[in-house]
């Protein structure tokens, strides 16, 4: 586990009620899929945990300072419930945030046949990203099942479909 300050690159609307809020900052403590992350938010005693929905070196988004450039990346996906996930929703880019990382034991891929089911609902659906993502980077043939309560709060189906 590692408690690292984490900068907000971008924070948007996913779906009704849901965001998407990618950050960089050290991923290192990161090693499975599965895994989650403790927010510390200003004005509530408790940290809020939200699943890693992806992370690892990628490049810094386009129109943003040091666009292109190489970044660690954190991806969460969060629906706003009550007071936490309401501030996280008003949280703009440059927001400098205390996270614990490496949380949680995660999914060990080795152990996946050749073909896994991947079955998740709502805000069980992130972290079953980077899961898919991994276990078809070792090839698998992955079929992902997704569900929602209504069509307007679904999300991700065309990133698991990019994934193939
Ligand atoms: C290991 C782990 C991983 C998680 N990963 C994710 C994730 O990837 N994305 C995500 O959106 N959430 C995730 N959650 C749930 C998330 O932690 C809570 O939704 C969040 O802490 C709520 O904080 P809040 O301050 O907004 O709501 P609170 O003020 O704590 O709660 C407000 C009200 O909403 C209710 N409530 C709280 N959580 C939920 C919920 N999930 N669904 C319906 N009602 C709820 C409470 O009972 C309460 O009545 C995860 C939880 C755990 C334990």
Redesign the pocket.
């Known amino acids: 586990m590692q408690e690292r300050i984490f900068t907000i690159v971008s924070n948007e609307p996913l779906a009704r009620d849901?965001f998407r809020m990618v950050l960089t900052g050290d991923t290192s403590a990161i090693t499975r899929p599965g895994q989650?992350v403790n927010l510390r938010?200003g004005g509530?005693y408790l940290r809020?945990?939200?699943?890693v929905?992806d992370s690892g070196p990628g490049t810094c988004p386009a129109g943003l300072p040091g666009a292109g450039l190489p970044m660690d990346f954190l991806t969460?996906?969060?629906?706003?419930?009550?007071?936490?996930?309401?501030a996280?929703a008003e949280m703009g880019s440059d927001t400098e945030l205390d996270v614990l990382t490496g949380?949680?034991n995660g999914f060990d891929v080795s152990r996946a046949g050749g073909r896994p089911l991947l079955i998740g609902g709502?805000?069980g659906v992130?972290?079953l990203y980077k899961l898919a993502k991994e276990l078809t980077a070792r090839g698998c043939a992955v079929t992902a099942v997704l569900g929602f309560n209504t069509a307007d709060e679904a999300f991700y189906a065309d990133e698991f479909r990019a994934l193939g």
């Open positions: 849901t989650f938010i509530l809020r945990p939200i699943s929905s969460l996906i969060y629906k706003v419930v009550g007071q936490g996930t309401e996280m949380l949680g709502g805000v992130p972290p």
